[in-house]
């Protein structure tokens, strides 16, 4: 079958132009060509119709191969143009060929056009393959992959680019760094397919409030930034604002389900105030952040005196040493006793594992430093992990050590609410279990009363777990919540540790007197061993003594000595 091609021909001879058609029907083109024999008319065609082939004659009446070439890379053209001429010396050829002609056939050995134009299509295709090869992957380097927008690493360049002219120019821009609310459940009920094909819908639907010259990009899984250059502070304002009722009116349906969602945004104005790109980036986090935590769905603006940035900004700061701190193993364990009180046939001393974080210059770093930052991101299950592993080896070499004669003392050990959610951490327990070789009847895990009726079904379900496997439970900080003497009839715990905040002064407040009676007792009720924290004196020794509970634990009997891991 023939091969169509369209074909510019630069020539002033028709009978030329007649042979050359007649060669290419030879060689199984079909040619489609128009003659052209001046700069301007070769110009004209040029731009008013795509070729795939230019033939040009040499030698023309005020025109030639060399002003056909000129056209040519004044219009930045790919497309090939091959030289055929009567006449032409090869060093003109050669000079041809170095200014962009392809090939040069004398018109007395035609045999030569065909081969030739078969190959430069060839080679056109190519150069065009690899172009768009090229493209894309320019495109993949500066744009998400999911939604098409710009990728965190081009808009990590633009914005530090906007903060260079915001320093130099005294110019002002916005970040915008917006976080979606309920990705997760989208998520979690209809799979990630379904959050993919939300992203990309919700990507588009963005893009109708910021301006024309603003950067829209996905920056994370379900987070978006918006670069607003040369906006100022109401402007950026009144665009977050649309962002904030755009995403509200948005509906997204799957599968005969239809989810709305919310957004949390933080806004931070970039002008010449020294903040560097992390600094920018940071602030805008932290008052997303923020945002959440007054209730997500709304806009915080970050000032750098604002008290709940700043206890965010600390916060972080936290996240940031802990994640280090477990990079480097600079963590140490403590052990406290816990004494019994009576003489009623409940005599043995337990201890209680401890966690410290070792600062970078050594210093001990008490748990209500880390702990509360831990428990907000999602840490406490990998510290979990890492205090049972310890705590566990550290009573493997005492189990070895005194032989299987002595009966081990029972060790308490604080696990986080974080970690009842874990469907893998009940697992991790069995298996270091097992690696430790630890007895039955000598770990007792410790989850706190909130914690546990917060997570009520997993916590039930976990505590029946290690209860198969040979521990015990105890409801720590019992009496904080103040609503959960009911859940002691479905909760299978073993002891009760009553909240330090009442045995600390209930030499002083007959109220708290009353409520560490009152838990005693029901605890007792239970059946369940009682346990009063942060015991300071020997007056409330005696005290807590004359009330029945079963042990104490606190600064007054004994304080939490380090021990050695390795």
Known sequence: MDKDIRILVVEDSEDDMILLIRELHCGGFTPHCKRVETQKSMFDALISEPWDLVLTDHNMPGFNSTAAIEVMRELELDTPIIIVSGSIGEEIAVAAMKTGA?????????????????????????????????????HMAYHDALTGLTNRHDFEIRLSRAIFSAREQQIEHALLYLDLDQFKIVNDTCGHVAGDELLKQLSIVLH???????????????EFGVLMENCPHEKAKEIAEKLLQTVREFRF???????????SIGMVMIGDDGKTMADVLSAADLACYAAKDKGRN??????????????????????????QALRDNRFELHKQFIHPLSNNGIGEK????????VGENGELILP??????????????????????????ILSKQFRKSGTATKPALSFINLSGASLSDEKFFTYISEKLIEYE????????????????????????FINEIKDAGCLFALDDFGSGM??????????????????????????????????????KIGHVAGLRTIAEYVETPETIEKLRDIGVDYAQGYGIEGPSPLKIN
């Open 102 to 138: 392809h090939d040069y056939i004398m018109k007395d050995n035609m045999a030569r056009l065909v081969p030739a134009i078969e190959r430069e299509l060839r080679e056109v295709e190519i150069r065009r393959a690899h172009r768009t090869a090229e493209a894309t992957i320019r």
């Open 253 to 263: 349906s799957w599968q005969k389900k239809t989810f709305s969602l919310g957004v």
């Open 208 to 222: 109708g409030p910021v301006r024309e010259r603003d950067t829209l990009a996905r920056i994370g899984g379900d």
């Open 483 to 520: 609503s959960s003497f009911s859940y002691l009839k479905t909760i299978p715990a073993d002891f009760l540790k009553i909240d330090g905040e009442f045995v600390r002064d209930m030499l002083l407040d007959p109220m708290d007197t009353a409520i560490v009676e009152a838990i005693n």
């Open 438 to 461: 630890i007895p039955q009847g000598v770990i007792c895990f410790e989850i706190t009363e909130t914690a546990t009726i917060a997570n009520l079904k997993s916590a039930v379900k």
């Open 298 to 323: 709304r806009i915080q603006i970050y000032r750098d005196d604002d008290s709940e940035v700043l206890q965010r900004q600390g916060e972080m700061q936290w996240l940031n040493l802990t994640s």
């Open 368 to 393: 209500g430093a880390f702990i509360p930052a831990a428990e907000r991101y999602d840490l406490m299950p990998e510290l979990d992990r890492w205090v049972i592993n310890a705590a566990f080896g």
């Open 350 to 357: 337990y201890s209680e594992f401890l966690v410290r974080m």
